[in-house]
């Protein structure tokens, strides 16, 4: 079974300052999918960011990018330009051959003004 | 993106009666649809794949004829809490994502809180 570890349950950034969060994998699969979903307080689920495992470049969506590394497993998130905004949960998640997500138990971002 | 509607937002009932909670993909078909709990300050917890038009498939020690899920259509799934007791108190979460897209984003309702009392 795959899991996802999140090894920082909690994490703080100055605002407009840049912030990494942590994450590996576990998996046998070749060929997967991984995510970073925020949960704010309101806690709808959003998704940050995706990166199909197939793909060697780094994922980015504006002032998000991931740091993928397939053979060490790992997908971390970098947030640049921290706004108060970007406080909220950030999960992980692993998606494979099964379709079915596995999360990891997230990280708590607080932002400071 | 698509839109994943749930009802109700949250809802308060007395101990062993049952609570059902609608989960729509409101501009997109869904032939599956995921179940989640989530307790405060934690992940989400998969319960159940509800598949359309086929029985769901329940994750190891959920209780089936606790949690019963019905797919009847390609954009509703229901999650009926029979008997609820206060331990059910939780975050419930429904996503779905949209057939042969070439990835597989969840897209999430806005979860339903369930308090019983």
């Known amino acids: 079974a795959q899991t996802v570890t999140q090894s920082q349950p909690e994490m703080s950034v100055q605002e407009a300052e840049t912030v990494t969060l942590s994450c590996t994998y576990d998996?046998?699969?070749?060929?997967?999918?991984l995510f970073w979903y925020k949960q704010p307080p309101s806690r709808q689920m959003i998704l940050v960011i995706r990166?199909?495992?197939?793909?060697?470049q780094n994922a980015t969506e504006n002032r998000f990018s991931v740091n993928f590394q397939k053979a060490a497993k790992s997908f971390s998130l970098k947030i640049s330009d921290s706004q108060l905004g970007d406080a909220a949960m950030y999960f992980c998640?692993?998606?494979?051959?099964?379709?079915?997500?596995?999360f990891g138990r997230g990280t708590s971002l607080i932002v400071h003004p | 993106g698509a839109v994943v509607s749930q009802h109700p937002s949250r809802v308060i009932c007395k101990s062993g009666t049952s609570v059902k909670i609608e989960c729509r993909s409101l501009?997109?078909?869904?032939?599956?649809m995921f179940w989640y709990r989530q307790f405060p300050k934690q992940s989400l917890m998969l319960m159940a794949t509800?598949?359309?038009?086929?029985?769901?498939?329940?994750e190891q020690g959920v209780e089936k004829d606790k949690f019963l899920i019905n797919h009847a259509s390609l954009t509703l799934s229901t999650l009926t809490v029979t008997s609820a007791h206060p331990e059910d108190s939780s975050f419930y979460i429904c996503?779905?994502?949209?057939?042969?897209?070439?990835?597989?984003?969840?897209?999430f309702g806005p979860g339903t809180r369930l308090t019983v009392l």
């Open positions: 996503s779905a994502n949209i057939p042969g897209q070439n990835y597989n984003e969840q897209f």
């Open positions: 998996t046998s699969e070749s060929d997967y999918y």
């Open positions: 990166q199909e495992a197939y793909k060697q």
């Open positions: 998640a692993y998606e494979g051959g099964s379709y079915i997500p596995t």
């Open positions: 501009d997109f078909q869904a032939t599956t």
């Open positions: 509800s598949n359309e038009g086929s029985k769901a498939t329940y």
